[in-house]
């Protein structure tokens, strides 16, 4: 469901909007918010909830792996979208899960009209890396309908 | 959030409430559904989304691991509990985050008067296997508040 509001998306937003990803600012287009739900002291699976503001989307990028990898998207408000390169984009709402695969180009981020987040799962395995890619373009980002 | 009405539930209930879990209702009180989030074929991982009926809770037991191990709860909609042995029960909203270590006997549910879903997920580790006990019993479960 697109929710513009930033008030209104708060109170949709159950996992929290957390601190503006400034880590990662230089990948993504807009403003974007990580809260992190897991402790690296506790437990060997890094979760968190990643929030885009309107517009906002990450570059084209790809999880390396030798074996493994990958990312898991759980998507628990507002609405956005995720492509992998060569392939339509898909839309994304509240309860929409996405299996990224190791190796896989692509990009995930909101909807031009709409506040989104999702949990990101980092999928363990061996030898994992981030490549980050050139951003997505303002002519291919609007016409997505 | 406390929510009694199936229907009302049904639609908090984002990530889906599945089928009937009958393969595991042994070690429950009550009815619960398990909805699966992820395919072992795409992704090494498992999720569920796990639903209880009010009143219904899993029997006390333990994630045994050599190395890692345990589950992550993320709470999606309704209102639950969850208790480790010899702690107080902790009160689950939609955003509570749960991180249950392995070799900690616990359990978790449904409030008496609200459905409950979360997210489980497996955190990968060695010699994983679960040990299941007595059921939590209706004193210790009626005395929560």
Partial sequence: MKIIDKTEFAKANIFGIGELNTAYAKYFIGNSFLKPLTDPANTS????????????????????????????LLCTAGSGWYQELGKQAVSL??????????????????????????????????????????PVSEQEYQQLK
Same sequence: chains 1, 2.
């Fill in 93 to 134: 709402q509240p309860g929409s899960v996405i299996v990224i695969p190791a190796e896989v180009k692509h990009w995930h981020g909101a909807k031009a009209d709409s506040w989104f987040s999702h949990i990101a799962i980092e999928v363990p395995g061996e030898n994992l890396h981030n490549e980050w890619c050139e």
């Fill in 45 to 72: 699976l890094f979760l968190a909830n990643v929030t885009f503001e309107p517009g906002c989307r990450n570059n084209w990028h790809i999880h390396h792996a030798s074996k493994g990898g990958g990312q898991i």
